[in-house]
């Protein structure tokens, strides 16, 4: 591994670290000031997804696992499980319902000077919806 791969790894899991501790000033530092996001909500930039960050963070205690991670280069991919418990506003979906998740998620990263340009993120909602007992009436998005 070069230099600059293990440095973008690196990069790319202090990003994780700060997600799991809902360090949101540590994740902004990571990230340039132009970065692009892409999800499951949309396109955007910091700012954007931060929000959504949040409430993946407050309303359902997200917490991701590395499970692997291939890098690069610029080029960093993550696969995760992400877990969580609903006890908090998401979303507009209604009241928590309290029950837990486990899906898969991954994350595309592409890095310049050692910080986080474009993200793109996958994950498996519909799964998410399920076990969290989701109601279509309650409207709202997923992340």
Not at 33 to 46: C, K, P, S, Y
Not at 99 to 119: K, Q
Not at 126 to 139: M, N, T
Request: charged residues 25%; glycine residues 14%.
């Amino acid at each position: 591994m070069d230099d600059e791969t293990g440095r973008n790894r690196a990069v790319v899991a202090a990003y994780v670290a700060a997600m799991n501790a809902g360090d949101f000033a540590a994740m902004r530092a990571l990230f340039t000031e132009d970065a692009e996001i892409q999800g499951v909500t949309g396109v955007g930039g910091l700012d954007f997804a931060l929000g959504v960050w949040r409430q993946l963070h407050d309303g359902l205690g997200m917490e991701l696992t590395v499970e692997e991670m291939a890098a690069e280069g610029a080029c960093v991919a993550v696969r995760y499980t992400e877990r969580g418990r609903w006890t908090g506003p998401f979303m507009a979906r209604g009241e928590p319902t309290g029950r837990s998740y486990a899906l898969v998620a991954m994350e595309w990263f592409e890095l310049r000077d050692g910080r986080i340009a474009r993200r793109w993120g996958a994950r498996d909602a519909a799964a998410q919806a399920r076990q969290l007992g989701f109601r279509p009436e309650d409207g709202g998005k997923t992340a």
